[in-house]
């Protein structure tokens, strides 16, 4: 009917309120999104004008920048040690699909299969392998002790959700990586759904390609700028496709600077529009 061709900008259509950014940029000085503390909490403050309630932090780690889970943390405890406000912050991160990230989830692997091979001994104490310091015994099961650490350190994966059971991840804008199918599996096969992060700016994939990783029980996550010609109108018209055909599962602004806000605020949605997007922003994974 004519109403739901009515349309209203993005900020004036009240969505943001008690909205979740699932992708995000911010956290300052670990990738080729903000670069200071200032403009860090410039943006906060904006997004708590704009009624958004949380917001998670997805830095890049992949093959060019090999942030670490450590690396991470310590400067996201930064920010939020010079955050006053009431946003509700988390991190986790976005993963390049490409070497980097296989050698990641293999640790992961490793790590899974020392703590079965524990759980087979039955947790009992090898007597040939404990350590006695003073009145403390300590399990020293080498085959335990040595593959977890192995699988320690810069090997931690940062998933995202409140139940910590997806990773985020990206590939390249124009071409499929390597091995992307049994990557993508590999992910599950550790008991987390990949979550591909803005679909619609791959050019490499179609509406047949997405029907099929949505199948395979890959999930997907908006751009708002994607629906506002901020990637162009192809972009635009993909993502007005995957919105229309019911395969996003949450939105985020993957915002790298203060002037995305902007961008988003101003685009303008017809009303059908505006409560499909405002589901994707409200829904949590």
């Known amino acids: ?18 909205a979740v950014d699932h992708h995000s ?17 410039r943006i906060l403050a904006t997004y ?14 992949m093959e060019d920048i090999p942030n670490s889970a450590e690396k991470l943390a310590t ?32 640790a992961r692997e490793g790590d899974k299969t020392n703590k079965l091979r524990h759980s087979q001994c039955e947790g009992r104490w090898h007597e040939q392998s404990e350590v006695t310091e003073g009145s403390k015994t300590t399990n020293n099961c080498h085959s335990c002790v040595r593959g977890a650490s192995e699988a320690e350190g810069d090997n931690n994966l940062l998933p995202i959700g409140t139940a910590g059971k997806h990773i985020l991840v990206e590939t390249s804008y124009y071409n499929s990586p390597m091995r992307m199918d049994e990557t993508l599996q590999q992910i599950k096969s550790l008991g987390y759904f990949p979550l591909l992060a803005h679909p619609e700016r791959y050019m490499y994939l179609d509406n047949t390609d997405y029907l099929k990783l949505h199948s395979q029980g ?68």
């Open 1 to 18: 009917m004519w109403f739901w061709n009515k349309k209203h900008t993005i900020a004036a259509s009240g969505i943001l309120q008690g």
């Open 25 to 41: 940029h911010i956290l300052p000085g670990v990738d080729d999104g903000v670069e200071t503390m200032d403009e860090a909490l």
């Open 48 to 61: 708590e004008a704009l009624g958004i309630k949380e917001l998670w932090l997805t830095p890049h780690i």
């Open 75 to 106: 400067r996201f405890d930064e920010l939020k040690a010079a955050y006053s406000g009431n946003i509700q912050l988390h991190l986790a991160a976005e993963y390049m699909i490409d070497n980097h990230l296989r050698k990641l989830l293999n």
């Open 218 to 285: 890959v999930k997907f996550q908006l751009n708002l700028a994607s629906l506002a010609g901020g990637y162009g109108k192809t972009v635009k018209k993909k993502a007005e496709w995957l919105l229309a055909n019911g395969l996003y599962n949450i939105a985020g602004s993957d915002l790298h600077c203060e002037d995305t806000i902007e961008i988003i605020t101003k685009c303008e949605l017809r009303e059908k529009v505006v409560e499909q997007v405002e589901k994707l922003l409200h829904d949590s994974i």
